[in-house]
């Protein structure tokens, strides 16, 4: 807890709002996109769908972070625990607003959140192709009982990550959502491996960028890849950028 509250109060101390951001790209993002203050009429619909998974008391396998050892344990959780866990309500209006304003047009996912994910991503473009990997089958049942109109645009994969990203990466992704294992060398390995699969203008979030020492080191290896051209630090997300034409910036932005 201490270590939390000391890596976000260094966060405050670096960070700045679009006033401090002296790039074009990165201040319409924040402008049009961060601070969009639209009360979006999928927003609603967002809502509904994550308060149906606070009610939820199914019990099902699912990872849990160990805060020593950084491995992944299944256990057995309830679904609403999971959803009081993963991404915000505040953060999936974000989402939402980040799929809306690039319009991508093929996502992949990497951690399923029980449909959450998809759901924002849907709504903000119903022509958006969707794949997500998840090594449980939790987030399977629960979009395939709760969101069935929308299951034509998600292509599931219930597998090894490593084993299954060499076949994804022959692909392009105009997003890339990481939320899998904390620890380095799993996400840098990621990192490397979907680095075949990114054009000029594909965007890479990674969720939790604060949550352990490992991905906090993780993080800062990314910013200075040679291929990762802007990168926003946002505390709960990091986004990276791999515009040609813009001059290597890092930002720490509050949202």
Known sequence: MLKSIFAYTQFLLKSTNKHGVHSPFVYDLITECFNDNTKYIDYNALQQYRRLLLTNTTKVVAPNLDAKSQDIKP???????????????????????????????SIL???????IVAQASLLANSKVKITTIENYAH????????????LHNIKRIRGNFTAELQTLKKNDYDFIFFDVNHKKTTIL??????????????????????????MMQAWQTVKQHPKVKVTIDTFFWGFVFFRKEQHKEHFVVRV
């Open 75 to 105: 256990n057995l959780r309830r679904i609403s625990q999971i959803t009081r866990n993963i991404i915000t309500y505040k953060r999936t209006k974000l989402l939402y607003r980040l799929v809306n304003y690039f319009q991508f047009n």
């Open 189 to 214: 390995s990621y990192f490397e491996t979907l680095l075949e699969a990114v054009h000029n203008d594909s965007v890479f979030v990674f969720n939790g960028i604060y949550n352990s020492k490992e």
């Open 139 to 150: 987030s399977y049942n629960i979009t395939l009982k709760h969101l069935p109109k929308q």
């Open 109 to 115: 996912e990497l951690g399923a959140s029980s449909g």
